[in-house]
């Protein structure tokens, strides 16, 4: 077996593609976290509960309406994100002219509900969704053995976070977005709908989240924690690549998977802290995040 | 007044606007007419700003009576004002930095089809063209307020509202400022200018309306302006 600093490659790769798929759900999470926040300008705690409803509603259509992965795949984010436009239409929307605080405890309180809600129904044991039939097995690639699901799973996250990248720095709605954020008065003054704007900006924040959820479901239990255990991380991630650039969100979510995979493998004890110390590191180098912008 | 047959295309009347708590206009009477500029002269905290604000719809407590070519807009939304064709160009002009010149320029929706072409746009402001992949923030004082003045003529917007356009600008720019209001002046548009400085006002505008503490105060048409100069000094201050 062939080792490098004492550790097979086997286990190496083995932790940088976990490191991966962890990365891809923290650049998924990250990015809508990042879009809400620079349009509404709150921070969506109830991100990690509708990351947990898009796993649910996967696992709902399979179990009750008999709809497989990739129908959930679409169904779930649409569904969920009509879901998030109706709470910011009805709730969040209310607090705009409030300090940012409010826009947090609403959200937070949100995220208690609904996990509260699923509490009651599933308690907090896990169930498993399958691997989609078209994706089980893998491939030995020689040096490590890849599962087809966790290779897809990277590469569609990653398509998916470019795709939102191109849409939103390179197209005509793009700029109205970018506009907005930096002055929304003025971009309604031009006869754009902008709390419409607003309102399908969350949606889009939260369809991810639910996309994120589905893609986690057959590999991690569904259950309705797993929404708060991810999303302490996903907040280390978005403190440190900074709330500014959506390119920033991404590349930071899949660079501290690979280093949190990393830590896995030649330091296992501190595998659990790594982000925040470097959380902690970041804060005191560069306050505004590693592609923040200060303001 | 026998020489106000002719249909205003904007007319304000009894316009009130709060910020917050706080009153700021009490009653703001004046009409735009067609193919006209109108001035709006006064002092700093006179109303002016927030004059052409509640035409905007950009002011939410407002009351009175605000008609654009016949149409209310004293509870539209400022979406909804714009795309009925008032266009507005803030005093600080209002460039996004994070879209360059190219996407600034084509940022404001059409609301109707006949506005300028993006050729004819870059013919007033050649300088545009060179700076077109740069950054908004990357433009220099100037260069923003002929952005911001540009991006506002592509939309097919008929009323225009001006807060302030040569404010901070070097007297060479401030001509290109006058060439350019002269020259949409000429193409049919209806301008609406906010300014404090008279002396370019008298070379664009066509009335003058002088505003004090939230109201207009008194209307003087630009050919008595040098027979009024002593009242005007001391409405300004100046």
């Known amino acids: 077996m062939i080792t490098i600093l004492g550790v097979s490659t086997q286990a190496l790769f083995g932790q940088l593609l976990i490191g991966l798929i962890n990365g891809s759900f923290y650049a998924l999470l990250s990015l809508g976290l990042a879009l809400i926040f620079g349009l509404l300008n709150i921070i969506n705690f109830a991100h990690g509960a509708l990351y947990m409803m898009g796993a649910f509603c996967a696992y709902f259509l399979l179990t009750k309406a008999g709809i497989g992965y990739w129908g959930a795949l679409v169904i779930a984010p649409l569904l969920v994100g009509i879901f998030g436009s109706a709470i910011e239409r009805l709730m969040i929307s209310r607090l705009y002219q409030l300090d940012h605080i409010y826009g947090l405890l609403l959200t937070f309180g949100i995220a208690l509900v609904v996990e509260g809600l699923f509490r009651i129904e599933y ?17 030995n690639l020689g040096f490590m053995f890849l599962p087809r699901y966790r290779a897809w799973v990277i590469v569609g996250s990653l398509a998916v976070c470019l795709g939102t990248w191109f849409l939103i720095e390179k197209t005509r709605l793009g700029s109205y977005l970018r506009a907005a954020t930096e002055n929304p008065d003025l971009v309604r003054a031009f006869g754009i709908n902008v709390p419409l704007m607003i309102t399908m900006t969350y949606g889009f924040g939260v369809g991810l989240a639910a996309f994120c959820g589905v893609m986690a479901a057959p590999i991690y239990q569904v259950s309705p924690q797993m929404g708060s255990e991810l999303i302490i991380v996903v907040f280390a991630v978005v403190v440190i690549g900074g709330m500014g650039s959506i390119m ?16 896995k493998v030649f330091y296992p004890e501190a595998a659990n802290t790594v982000i925040f110390i470097l959380m902690a590191i970041v804060l005191m180098i560069r306050p505004a995040g590693l592609f923040g912008t200060q303001k | 007044m026998t020489e106000q047959r002719q249909e205003a295309l904007l007319s304000v009347e ?8 706080s009153n700021v206009l009490h009653g703001v009477d004046f009409e735009v007419r067609e193919g006209e500029v109108a001035t709006l002269l006064g002092r700093n905290g006179a109303g002016k700003t927030t004059t052409l604000k509640s035409i905007m ?3 939410a407590k407002r009351d009175g009576s605000i008609r654009f070519d016949g149409v209310e807009l004293i509870r539209l939304p400022s979406n909804k004002v714009a795309r009925l064709g008032v ?11 994070s879209l360059n010149v190219e996407e600034n320029l084509l940022l404001p929706p059409k609301v109707r089809s006949d506005g300028l072409t993006m050729t004819q746009v870059l013919a007033l402001f050649p300088n545009l063209q060179e700076r077109s992949l740069s950054q908004g923030s990357k433009l220099s004082g100037g260069e923003q307020q002929m952005l911001a003045i540009g991006r506002i003529l592509r939309t097919g917007a008929r009323l225009l509202l001006l807060d302030e356009p040569t404010e901070g600008l070097a007297p060479v720019i401030v001509d290109q400022i006058r060439r350019t209001v002269l020259h949409l002046k000429s193409a049919g548009f209806t301008i609406l200018l906010v300014e404090q400085n008279f002396r370019f006002a008298a070379t ?8 004090e503490n939230g109201r207009v105060i008194d209307m003087i048409l630009n050919e008595e302006l040098q027979m009024r100069m002593p009242v005007l000094h001391r409405y300004l201050g100046v």
Request: charged share 15%; with cysteine.
């Open chain 1, 248 to 263: 920033g969100a991404i590349l930071t979510g899949f660079l501290l998977g690979l280093v949190e995979g990393l830590t």
């Open chain 2, 204 to 211: 664009v505008a066509d009335r003058h309306y002088v505003m």
């Open chain 2, 87 to 97: 266009a507005f160009c803030p005093e600080e002009r209002g460039i996004f930095s």
């Open chain 1, 123 to 139: 308690g907090s044991t896990g169930m498993s969704y399958p691997v989609p039939a078209s994706l089980a097995g893998g491939d």
């Open chain 2, 57 to 59: 719809g950009m002011i």
């Open chain 2, 14 to 21: 009894g316009l009130r606007a709060w910020y917050g708590e």
